[in-house]
């Protein structure tokens, strides 16, 4: 069994029922979410082994959430139990026109005020094939960046395959530093990047001047800027309604473009963490499928299969994923 | 703050869960609706103070009803507190092909056995800008009839817009009169008038001859024969199905013929008082955009969000209007 | 009002609520679910009589299962009360290109091990128009097989109507008899069979050799081998995804090929149970509109309408049918 | 199989959740009660035949109650469908201290406006052995109350053990009679009623003058005034608190006074329908028991197991009954 | 009506269903609660108008509180739209010996930065009969302690009663002030304290030397230190298990030593609140019932209400109140 | 950490939610139960290492019965997927004299049908300290009593402290065998034996002859002819009623009796698994206490709290055991 370590915020998710707005509910569900978490819980999913990386408090809601880990079959061995609280989100889940919405509640939780020296990431990294991270882990605290770097670097050393989802959200980096000072070198010990040509920009400094091509031409830049990275990848969402997405993916592997025809989502169910079932999928055909297309479609396909469940993570399994790839979208009902 | 009144009864709303058939359901949704209700509870939503007049017994339903008006935000110190009962309406959720079914249970309520006598509409106006009421009220009763005259007296004395919903279901009007008896006099203190051709030529007895152009040409009659009537708006829902509408309105504003066009809604959650959201779309428009054409898009814009949301009343803000009337339909999610 | 006689194991339907995985789910919705009980309860709705002949242990669970018949108004009084227990279902609910997925948990159930010796034919049967059943039911075991064989001689001697689902899951027939051996002395007995091409081929060892109109040479030698059998109809279900079917149906009645036109139901609440339907209306068609056509469309527009309702059986009356039937699929809402 | 028909009223029953306060509430769950009724559902699973006559409107509500009644096992073939609403109460379930409150909505149900001719009784009570009815039945509308004469004239016609329970709420009583015009010719064709000395001091015009045995001396000047009864029954509730009630029963039956101990109801699931659970048992004990003392313990047995039941029918069996009655009280698990 | 203002923070209560541990649960019920908020709401139920000042963040979360407020009639116009999240606590509901738990997420809240320049106490109290506020409030930050002495201060100079719980939990007061520095100067504005003998010695360094007689002793001292302090009253809380409570309450009103008896609740629903139901009952007996003896009991009759009702406020009318106060406690339904 | 192991059935529980009876139920609450497994769930939650030893089928419900056991923290590593079905049981949740009633439907389970080479008890009990199996296991066919004996005689073996729950349902071994033939070999690798007086005399064909201290006198005359036994515990609940049950427990260690005091419990949740949660304290006694009458104490604290939860499974901690086992049973709220 090919081993992923995941190192991460997980936050505590709590949805309106039946659409509704936040102002009508009485209850919430209550769930757990994690870029980076979800990423390993697909692929527990696609028989891999998974262990996540974080802080949770020593309290009923901390425990709660280790037992949501190993729920998802995720190893949570290398929690760390320190810390005040569960970073929490509030999710209003909308449909047609009306926009999801989502009220963060995250600041001084347990995972932004971790502290570095507190993981053996040797230990940790033992035996893992693939280490997988987030740039919404750096923008949390110093501490996260530090934890993060250490990591990667650690990675590399051991030979172990680092993807990163160089993502942000410039509403995060509230602690003095910027993406630009952080992203650079966290990416720089990464094999595969996920980053749209916007990104790629903004974060490394680079400027594309072509017309045509442009996402070619930025991964191309990128790495020569960092020669470590093999493969930068993209998503493409097309949002129709929040009802109906379209959902597609690209790659440059340093030698061609490698695109997916789009999935066409028509009823969406739940679309958080549909990135992060991408990924999964995108690992999986990486790993096991060894092909770069094939892992764009098998990455697609079970993205798009993540928009119909409710949570945040994919619960599918590799026949389903395939069944997908395979063009059959027909649903038809298995006994 | 602008400040609308409202006047009209409130139902207790008893919905089935999931698009249940009534004949299943082991439990009901329970929730208030009324039409003018409606409109006054979107206004608040929209930066509007709102106060609706109507009756209930003063028991623990009755209670419970005005609770749910202070809830939404709108003032229920103009509530009377007498009668037998709340009205009630079975709500019956269909989709595709199935149609919802509405079993009302209304008859006998608070509302219905009102005393005119109990309303010092003077009072209640002060430092209105707004007074907006429905046809069905004056269907109701001959009090219920009686009082909403005296409010759009007083409403058109103290210079108060008066809109008026000119809507009958001709199986209520249970008490002696007919619609042709009561709504024109009525109508003749409105300024703004939501009525569809048909309904011009069978309440005001006036007869369309043109070929075309025949909305507008009901218009002017009706404008001619009450002169007060400064706009008459329709909406124009077009039914795919139970769970797609497509929705549009038009006004003739005594000058030109303005039209908006259709707001897409391909999945609905309930469509049940999305007519009551455009009013509350349109008046905001008129108060605040100050616009007629831009008062019919945010209408229907505010139309299209209510069929995503469940229960009678539309909880949208008017950022969420905006985007929507702005063209974006994406609902993309907003973190 | 005419009575119709079913035959076949009745389940307890276990399905995850809101499109869960079976894995998330801390609930089941529970309700009971039998292909010709499905038939029977159709009818009840559109005015028939109907009796279901099964058997249910002399338990909870089988008290449950008599008062859930009882409710839909299906008579209980013939269901033998031995054996050990329900077979139950699990039902994981897909959406868009998830399937559905079934867990059948039916082995060894009462009905499975019922003894033929107990149901007296004669006295089940007096009074009935029409007596239908299922594929499955011989394929569960000997005794089942035995039990149908006498009810259909039976109903023969009567003059009484008897249509046959001649439909056949593979991974059933443990018994030690193959469907070839048991199914064609059944359909030798009926008057109506619901069968496609292929299934005739399969089961009654007919080939076609035609390269068009391959359903109506097939039902043509199968019609000259069992000259009892008058019709034969067939569904045809376009699965455009688990979201979105289309739902037709054909019939050769020795005469002449009549097909009906496609019902698009573009958003499936649940779509088990969905034959059922069509075959509740097609008898419905036969016995009341007696026409062919007619019964071809008002068993589709049936079937159209129970994707629309949750649980296994149609719930609708015949008002709604025809409204679909005579082509308004507005859905609008009925006050 | 012994046979009951019943006669009365049934609510639609609308009782919030988990203790909720009605303003709280924002789902009811829904299910159906009336005091007649609820007696012959308790017989149905004590093995009897029940019929329940009754009015519904013919629309969706009215479908439901008859499916509810089904359900149950009560035969609902002889129920009218006709008037416009079904009445119904919503309910506030106390605890402790705090009682349980019910707010009626039942002015003008199909039930009060019931016309007395459109019941063939002489068809309906063909077959039965007992026939029941109560005090709330002539309270409610003149047509009732002639309806209900003409029931136990026809029962006494007919030999059919005749049950009155002889229960009055003064501010029923709205039509322009009162209990004591109406009450007694009723009770002029009971076998057994069930009442209070209090209620039969009011109702019948007796007056009770010893000092002890007042219960006893006003059953024997009732039948002396009304030689057709032979027994009358009572029972005794001590209220602890809305969570903990005591319920005894005794009967004068011409001979002597007979007495249960109190049934210790210490945790009280929900204590609507614990009188009519009386009845149901008492009138098993007569029947099949034939023992009068019996009757009252079986009686009492049943009453206390309905006060752990949601609902207002007693879904409880023989053997659960007996169980209590022999003085098990231990709640043992039965596997 | 009565007028009361109460200030303090109001928290997001997520509780667990049906008794679950927080591991358990797949969802939360959702509502607020805040001590000072809940004896503002207890009196509006009482016929009391009710302001509470607070402060919540201009987001979903806040304005979804807001709309609680108003739910409960409390007047949310003074609330402050500023600061980032609305606090939140965990509720794990326990039964018999296992005790319910709370996990508090309150850190940082919008009312814990508040900015005691933003309110205009002067303003706020106009028109205004009480003003109450509890101890936990100065805990929480400077800026809270600092507006809770501007209010105390102002109602102080208006002739306004001041009511304070002088409860504290250790564990706040984490922004390097003590107790025992802040808490008198705040009580020196008070009519009427709230605290055991234990908080009196502890807060305001007074030393109880008697043996017996200690309550009153302290009493005294406090009084005869703070002469403003006309009364101080002390509630007495037996725990039989987290399922059974005895409630009783005590005052020293300078004159004389009453005391009510214990009420007692043996069926718990939810205790969270009970203190502040009392405090609302107590401020009810002073202002209308103007007898304190009456006050203390109908303040623990109406703490005793509130043990069975889900949720943090005490949702119970006056009537309901002076029946238990009365002795009947029988919980007899009401119809 | 210390480690157990565990081996026996897991059972899917379907319970209906709230005192329903299962013919009410349109719900079912979904778990898992085992009484071993339960066992070491408690342990888990005490701070061991728990696995547990069984057979799922490989399909989605064997996988959802994985995630739980994780979802539990216990190991399911050596869970063996195989088979056809997971076993059932549906519960009915009594109150006062009601009794709970379990419908067990667990015949040809996966487990059931094991092959007991499938088991390298070897590996399995690699590490761990203890092994604990039930008499439940080997009643329920010959593959599962010879994978019991390998177990224990492996354990043996190893030096690992086995404990046998020595209860037997004769209505289970229905393969051939009798309690008599298999549970005295068993019993024979034992350390610890749970039974009472009437399974040693029924299982063990001793016979206890003195009037007094008949269970210290069985277990002398087990202990004799069994030497490896060691110790011998009972458990003993009286049961006031389904809601209300007092638990005590008793040991003879071959030297003297010891007894605990009753735990009164006087609000039951949910009564199923209290005796594994007995045994899961008293074994963390044994191993972390190290004392007998503590061991004792620990296990009936433990299991009176385990009647305050939902589900099969005892979820408290030490902290809340050792509370209780102190004296404290007040249930004082924890913040």
Same mark, same amino acid.
């Given at each position: 069994?090919?081993? $992923?370590?995941?190192?991460?915020?997980?936050?505590? +998710?709590?949805?309106?029922?039946? @659409?509704?707005? $936040?102002?009508? #509910?009485?209850?919430?569900?209550?769930?757990? =979410?994690?870029?980076?978490?979800?990423?390993?819980?697909?692929?527990?999913?696609?028989? @891999?082994?998974?262990?996540?990386?974080?802080?949770?408090?020593?309290?009923?809601?901390?425990?709660?959430?280790?037992?949501?880990?190993?729920?998802?079959?995720?190893?949570?061995?290398?929690?760390?139990?320190?810390?005040?609280?569960? =970073?929490?989100?509030?999710?209003?889940?909308?449909?047609?026109?009306?926009?999801?919405?989502?009220?963060?509640?995250?600041?001084?939780?347990?995972?932004?005020?971790?502290?570095?020296?507190?993981?053996?990431?040797?230990?940790?990294?033992?035996? #893992?094939?693939?280490?997988?991270?987030?740039?919404?882990?750096?923008?949390?605290?110093?501490? &996260?960046?530090?934890?993060?770097?250490?990591?990667?670097?650690?990675?590399?050393?051991? =030979?172990?395959?680092?993807?990163?989802?160089?993502? *942000? /959200?410039?509403?995060?980096?509230?602690?003095?530093?910027?993406?630009?000072?952080?992203?650079?070198?966290?990416?720089?010990?990464?094999?595969?990047?996920? &980053?749209? /040509?916007?990104?790629?920009?903004?974060?490394?400094?680079?400027?594309?001047?072509?017309?045509?091509?442009?996402?070619?031409?930025?991964?191309?830049?990128?790495?020569?800027?960092?020669?470590?990275?093999?493969?930068?990848?993209?998503?493409?969402?097309?949002?129709?309604? &929040?009802?109906?997405?379209? *959902?597609?993916?690209?790659?440059?592997?340093?030698?061609?473009?490698?695109?997916?025809? *789009?999935?066409?989502?028509?009823?969406?169910?739940? +679309?958080?963490?549909?990135?992060?079932? @991408?990924?999964?999928?995108? $690992?999986?055909?990486?790993?096991?499928?060894?092909?770069?297309?094939?892992?764009?479609?098998?990455?697609?396909?079970?993205?798009?299969?993540?928009?119909?469940?409710?949570?945040?993570?994919?619960?599918?399994?590799?026949?389903?994923?395939?069944?997908?790839?395979? =063009?059959?979208?027909?649903? /038809?009902? /298995?006994?």
């Amino acid at each position: 069994m090919p081993k $992923i370590v995941t190192f991460g915020e997980v936050l505590l +998710r709590l949805s309106t029922p039946n @659409f509704q707005k $936040i102002e009508q #509910a009485t209850s919430f569900n209550a769930t757990f =979410g994690g870029t980076e978490m979800n990423v390993g819980a697909s692929l527990v999913k696609f028989g @891999f082994e998974a262990a996540h990386v974080t802080a949770f408090p020593n309290n009923l809601m901390g425990q709660k959430a280790k037992a949501f880990l190993r729920f998802l079959g995720v190893d949570d061995s290398h929690v760390v139990l320190e810390g005040d609280r569960v =970073g929490v989100f509030f999710l209003e889940t909308g449909a047609v026109m009306r926009a999801s919405q989502i009220v963060y509640d995250r600041a001084d939780s347990a995972f932004a005020n971790i502290n570095p020296e507190h993981f053996d990431w040797e230990k940790i990294l033992e035996g #893992a094939d693939w280490f997988h991270w987030c740039g919404i882990t750096p923008a949390i605290s110093e501490g &996260a960046a530090k934890a993060c770097l250490d990591a990667v670097k650690t990675a590399k050393k051991l =030979g172990i395959t680092v993807s990163s989802d160089i993502y *942000y /959200r410039s509403n995060l980096w509230k602690y003095g530093k910027t993406p630009q000072e952080i992203l650079p070198e966290l990416a720089s010990y990464s094999d595969i990047i996920l &980053a749209s /040509r916007k990104n790629i920009e903004e974060i490394f400094g680079l400027q594309v001047t072509v017309e045509k091509g442009k996402f070619v031409e930025a991964c191309k830049m990128l790495m020569e800027a960092y020669p470590t990275v093999k493969k930068v990848i993209d998503s493409d969402r097309i949002q129709v309604s &929040a009802s109906h997405n379209q *959902y597609a993916a690209k790659m440059w592997n340093g030698e061609e473009l490698l695109e997916t025809g *789009y999935q066409d989502i028509t009823h969406i169910v739940d +679309r958080i963490g549909t990135g992060d079932a @991408f990924l999964g999928g995108f $690992i999986y055909g990486q790993v096991i499928l060894k092909d770069d297309l094939k892992s764009l479609q098998f990455g697609t396909a079970a993205a798009a299969l993540k928009h119909t469940i409710e949570g945040d993570q994919n619960l599918v399994t590799v026949p389903e994923v395939e069944a997908v790839m395979s =063009g059959d979208k027909s649903g /038809r009902l /298995r006994r």
